[in-house]
């Protein structure tokens, strides 16, 4: 993946927060497996880095310049 150069530090962090605040009332929970419930970004993080990191890279340009 290309853009895994270009994540600076804070670029994660910053995108979980985001997810968690875009998608407040989602909490997602595997019973099965007695998952804990966690905020929609934490648990991607945690479950599917991956698609983490590929929603990532298509966030990061939409950010201003600073």
């Known amino acids: 993946m290309r853009c895994r150069k270009e994540i600076q530090r804070g670029d994660i962090k910053r995108y979980r927060e985001?997810?968690?605040?875009?998608?407040?009332?989602?909490?997602?929970?595997?019973?099965?497996?007695?998952?804990i419930r966690r905020p929609y970004?934490?648990?991607?993080?945690?479950?599917?880095?991956?698609k983490f990191l590929r929603d990532m890279c298509e966030w990061l340009p939409t950010l201003p310049a600073p």
Do not use: S, V
């Open 41 to 50: 970004g934490d648990y991607l993080y945690a479950q599917d880095r991956d």
């Open 18 to 35: 985001f997810l968690n605040a875009k998608y407040p009332g989602q909490r997602h929970k595997h019973n099965r497996h007695h998952q």
